[in-house]
């Protein structure tokens, strides 16, 4: 076959809807207003019959022309003879059979005018890919195998596509090419593989160290976390940025049954299993196995029988859910890959842990290029673009005399955060604050009074003896932030539960922060 000839397989197929769609376009001429935006060539074409008739009418339609009917064509064409130069677009509208030719079309679009973007969708596929084969880009004798083993060629696979299929396929061998020359710098496996592996390390007795579900107060003010939602969680180093995410973001998208990306720049795959294993045993199974005894080792029946159960669990709710990305060296593009790879196999959320400026960054541009980062991140996760979830770590030293968070006490950093749709900021609650103390805070829950029919306030009394976060949500589109959540902290079995709400005014107290 010559070279500068397309497959006939990219080609066959069209004159029907090229015919048709000039057929809607004539009987429905309003719809070249609509087409303005549309990028429709001669290449757009494969039978130059179809593409004269589009354009003449695009141009009768552009001087003013509303019906299309023999007369007025005709009387158009007489007072236009050369429509393109050194044509007689007459003599070509002759040729062609004249408005006997577009005037049955016209009939059948009559009975039929649902159907115009499907046939606009199939000729703009065809021309892509007869893009993409002159370009060199495509191979279309190419023999593929398919998830049932079957072996297809590679333009007869395309051509049965839909246009949103075929340009998903394009994207997937685009990022998989760019993905190929940076892979190294990315680990990619299924987030649950070697979980039990990871168990019989923590029984040697090493340390994980310090390696988000049962909420509804905060789903009740942020509505979860959306497709397309960038949402930071901001918190001093110790807090439990991880452990808090893990509880209430990982088990929820378990429960939800929804893919994710987990990418981890701070911490290992054992490490993260490490505090998966005692949540999942804590808040699902009901039968905690404190992270302090899995560091210690030396498991006996009972702590095994805990972790087979955990797997079990594990087991019955989707391996593949999770993919563990382990960043060797944090490059940003290499993330942006990553994502838009994995979101054709519907992949619709991120774990990112944590958000920081990545190692190409001189420090005297930290703070600067830091908030392109972020622009970068939601312009790859945004809902017009990839339709992605992501909930972001990010960690701040601020000031120990902050009591009251909001953005203006995250410094230069709060440029980063201007891209996100929600912000929660936590910090531990002061020895003050306690009951009895000096600046004591009320926590209250909102309950429903039978005898009023109304909704009331009934006081919650902390322990003293307990830790308690204070969760501020400074910004917030879907909701409310006047209201801070606090929780109940168990560390050692990863338990974070609400216990109500408080309301810390702002004031005039300020503090410096750094970032880490």
């Given at each position: 076959?010559?070279?500068?000839?397309?497959?006939?397989?990219?080609?066959?197929?069209?004159?029907?809807?090229?015919?048709?769609?000039?057929?809607y376009c004539w009987n429905k001429p309003l719809i070249y207003k609509r087409m303005a935006d549309q990028n429709i060539t001669r290449d757009t074409f494969t039978l130059e019959i179809w593409w004269f008739y589009y354009n003449l009418g695009k141009i009768m339609f552009k001087n003013g022309i509303r019906v299309f009917d023999d007369k007025t064509v005709y009387s158009f064409l007489i007072s236009n003879p050369e429509i393109e130069r050194g044509m007689s677009a007459t003599?070509?509208?002759?040729?062609?059979g004249g408005y006997i030719t577009i005037e049955q079309l016209i009939k059948e679009c009559k009975n039929d005018e649902q159907n115009m973007e499907y046939h606009l969708d199939e000729m703009k596929k065809f021309e892509l890919l007869r893009y993409y084969e002159r370009e060199g880009l495509l191979n279309p004798n190419k023999e593929i195998e398919l998830k049932n083993n079957k072996?297809?060629?590679l333009k007869n696979l395309l051509a049965s596509l839909s246009m949103p299929k075929v340009q998903s396929f394009f994207k997937v061998k685009f990022a998989k090419a760019n993905i190929n020359l940076s892979g190294s710098r990315i680990k990619v496996s299924n987030f649950f593989d070697g979980l039990k592996e990871s168990a019989q390390e923590f029984n040697k007795g090493e340390s994980m160290g310090l390696p988000f579900f049962n909420s509804p107060r905060l789903n009740r003010i942020c509505k979860g976390v959306?497709?397309?939602?960038?949402?930071?969680?901001?918190l001093s180093s110790g807090v439990g940025k991880t452990t808090f995410s893990i509880n209430k973001f990982i088990?929820?998208?378990?429960?939800?049954?929804?893919k994710a990306l987990i990418f981890a720049n701070e911490e290992g795959k054992m490490k993260f299993h490490h505090t998966f294993i005692s949540t999942v045993a804590s808040e699902i199974l009901k039968t905690p196995i404190p992270r302090?005894?899995?560091?210690?080792?030396?498991?006996?029946?009972?702590?095994?029988?805990?972790?087979?159960?955990?797997?079990?669990?594990?087991?019955?709710?989707?391996?593949?859910?999770?993919?563990?990305?382990?960043?060797?060296?944090?490059?940003l593009q290499d993330v942006i890959d990553n994502i838009?790879?994995?979101?054709?196999?519907?992949?619709?959320?991120?774990?990112?842990?944590?958000?920081?400026?990545?190692?190409?960054?001189?420090?005297?541009?930290?703070?600067?290029?830091?908030s392109d980062h972020a622009q970068d991140i939601y312009n790859c996760i945004k809902p017009s673009v990839n339709n992605v979830g992501c909930l972001a770590t990010i960690q701040l030293k601020i000031g120990s005399d902050y009591r009251?968070?909001?953005?203006?006490?995250?410094?230069?950093?709060?440029?980063?955060?201007?891209?996100?749709?929600?912000?929660?900021?936590?910090?531990?609650?002061?020895?003050?604050?306690?009951?009895?103390?000096g600046k004591e805070i009320k926590v209250y829950d909102k309950i429903y009074d039978e005898n009023t029919n109304m909704v009331v306030k009934e006081e919650k009394l902390l322990d003293e003896s307990k830790e308690y976060m204070v969760l501020f949500i400074p910004k917030n589109r879907d909701g409310g932030k006047s209201e801070q959540i606090v929780y109940e902290i168990d560390y050692n079995n990863n338990v974070w539960n609400e216990v109500g709400y408080t309301c810390i005014r702002k004031n005039s107290s300020r503090g410096g922060v750094t970032m880490h």
């Open positions: 076959m010559n070279e500068n000839v397309p497959c006939i397989e990219f080609i066959t197929p069209c004159k029907v809807h090229e015919s048709l769609f000039v057929g003599k070509q509208y002759n040729d062609y072996k297809v060629l959306k497709k397309g939602d960038l949402v930071y969680l901001v088990l929820g998208l378990i429960e939800a049954n929804e302090e005894r899995l560091s210690l080792g030396n498991y006996g029946k009972e702590e095994w029988d805990i972790i087979n159960a955990v797997n079990k669990w594990v087991d019955e709710h989707n391996p593949d859910l999770l993919k563990m990305c382990e960043i060797q060296k944090y490059i838009e790879l994995y979101k054709p196999m519907g992949y619709n959320y991120v774990f990112f842990d944590t958000f920081k400026p990545d190692g190409s960054i001189q420090d005297k541009a930290r703070w600067e290029k830091f009251y968070l909001d953005l203006d006490c995250i410094g230069k950093a709060k440029e980063v955060v201007e891209v996100a749709d929600k912000v929660l900021m936590g910090r531990l609650l002061f020895e003050d604050e306690y009951p009895g103390e």
